[in-house]
Nanobody, 123 residues
């Protein structure tokens, strides 16, 4: 069992930045990869980024490449999503997720999900 708690969401003006945090607890050894998803009102959930707890492998959706950076702090069991150059199109509820592989996350599969944190980007 893994528990995921997101934080760091809020309201920001277009062009601004936010950093989301995902604190993992419980049996974190069961999930080797972490990721972020988002869901805008009236839209389906979409993959944003993924990272392994070890190694250098990362994966990003084309819509956020060059603007978002996923990172980790293994000592704190925490994954971050640094979001720069935010656009109104980035407005969504952002969810943290965990799975055994990053490619499962990339295709929308996850063993565990957080409750989400709201990100609103004003124009």
């Amino acid at each position: 069992q893994v528990q995921l708690v997101e934080s760091g969401g809020g309201l920001v003006q277009a062009g601004g930045s936010l950093r989301l945090s995902c604190a993992a607890s419980g049996r974190t050894f069961s999930s080797a990869a972490m990721g972020w998803f988002r869901q805008a009102p009236g839209k389906e959930r979409e993959f944003v980024a993924a990272i392994r707890w070890s190694g250098s492998t990362t994966y990003y959706a084309d819509s956020v490449k060059g603007r978002f950076t996923i990172s980790r702090d293994n000592a704190k069991n925490t994954v971050y999503l640094q979001m720069n150059s935010l656009k109104p199109e980035d407005t969504a509820v952002y969810y943290c997720a965990a799975d055994q592989t990053y490619y499962n996350l990339a295709r929308g599969q996850a063993d565990y999900w957080g409750q989400g944190t709201q990100v609103t980007v004003s124009s």
